[in-house]
């Protein structure tokens, strides 16, 4: 079973297709990348994986359960989420302390998900 799942996901906005039949499956530790011009789309799939608009058609599921219908802060609830391309960092914060709330946003990912699957730190892969 892959970690995450789209199938058939579109997003309409009247007439305007922002997203058209995107089908992938990523496995667990597997890196993928969505790349693309300016208004390709991509930001609006994330947006639709995240929960954040809800799709047209189509379903995405992560660990096996499907996240149509739930808002966003169920769907980062699961373990599932996102960090957003910020360019403005804080100068008088040094680089630690820049990048420190999007680790913390990680590690809380990864303990919802150590938590769903009863998980200890230090366990090994089966």
């Given at each position: 079973?892959?970690?995450?799942?789209?199938?058939?996901?579109?997003?309409?906005?009247?007439?305007?297709?922002?997203?058209?039949?995107v089908s992938m499956r990523v496995e667990a530790?597997?890196?993928?990348?969505?790349?693309?011009?300016?208004?390709a789309g991509k930001t609006s799939l994330f947006?639709?994986?995240?929960?954040?608009?809800?799709?047209?058609?189509?379903d995405v599921r992560f660990?096996?359960?499907?996240?149509?219908?739930?808002?966003a802060y169920r769907i980062c609830q699961t373990g599932l989420s996102r960090t957003f391309q910020l360019t403005a960092l804080f100068?008088?914060?040094?680089?630690?302390?820049?990048v420190r709330p999007s680790a913390q946003a990680h590690e809380a990912s990864v303990a919802a998900l150590r938590r769903k699957h009863g998980i200890r730190r230090g366990d090994t892969a089966r």
């Open positions: 079973m892959a970690l995450l799942e789209l199938d058939g996901l579109t997003k309409r906005y009247g007439g305007l297709v922002a997203v058209n039949q530790g597997e890196v993928r990348a969505v790349i693309g011009p300016n208004g947006h639709l994986i995240t929960g954040v608009v809800r799709a047209s058609e189509g660990d096996g359960q499907s996240l149509s219908g739930m808002s100068p008088e914060m040094t680089a630690r302390e820049n």
